[in-house]
């Protein structure tokens, strides 16, 4: 079995666990503790320090650690719900000098989108594969037969001269108090233009509002699929944790027996 731990850092919480890679389950529980306030590189960093070191990791196991920001060579590009002062900062440098291994560091969006293509809605699906996530604004993932293209950003296309996010995110249409028939109106002006630029074989929507797909995914017309993301709150977990290891690296592996979710309340365990 090959193992890795997956954390996913957020503007309010940030959550990890152990997962399997070859089935995408959890073979731990899910910790999450609230993101600290102010979101400071040295605050987050103690807050997965403490996660891990709950999860009871062996210092074997990879981590792959995902996080809202444009991620360049491992330096934050951008801050998104977290302190400006990681805008910038050779973060994953931060991350690897604290917990004392390396680690794989991603955008979240890029790793929710991966984790789709490996486990979820894109599972078995060629060609491109673009994951959009509708929330404060619109997060986006391209994967090409299962190759990450990171940093997409595609929240931040005009339309109509400004950020489509800024029209398009869920944000938005609570912030316009729109319906889900005006909202789609503006989803279909922004999935057209996303169709237009790349036409992708399946387009996935994430966010908290992929819940209640049904109510505007069928009111708009594209030529390819569209459907909703299944993972939910354990994509990033997925994502970062399947792209810190390698797909066919068997290196990494764990005997079944080896991995133990004792009763609530306990720490779950890992053994390399």
Known sequence: MTTAVGIDIGGTGIKGAIVDLESGKLLSDRIKLPTPTGGEPDDIVA???????????????????????????GTTMSAANVSQKWIGLEAEALFEKA?????????????AGYAEVRYGAAKGVDGLVILT???TGIGSAIIYNGVLVPNSELGHLEIDGKDAEKKASFAAKERSRLS????????????????????????????????SYEEFLPLLSLRAPIVPAV??????ILGAAALAVPQGDKSVTVPQASVAVDS??????AAL
């Open 99 to 111: 917990l004392g291994r390396d680690i794989h560091f991603v955008n979240d969006a890029d790793a």
């Open 133 to 135: 996530t509708l929330g």
């Open 231 to 236: 993972l939910r709150n354990n994509a990033g």
């Open 264 to 269: 609530p309340g306990t720490k779950p365990k």
């Open 180 to 211: 889900y028939e005006r909202w789609a109106k503006r989803l279909q002006k922004y999935y057209s233009h996303v169709e237009a630029l790349f036409s992708p074989d399946l387009l996935i929507v994430g966010g908290g509002v992929s819940k």
């Open 47 to 73: 807050t997965v320090v403490e996660i891990i070191t709950q999860l009871g990791v062996e210092p074997g196991v990879p981590v792959g650690v995902c996080f809202p920001a444009v991620v360049l060579h």
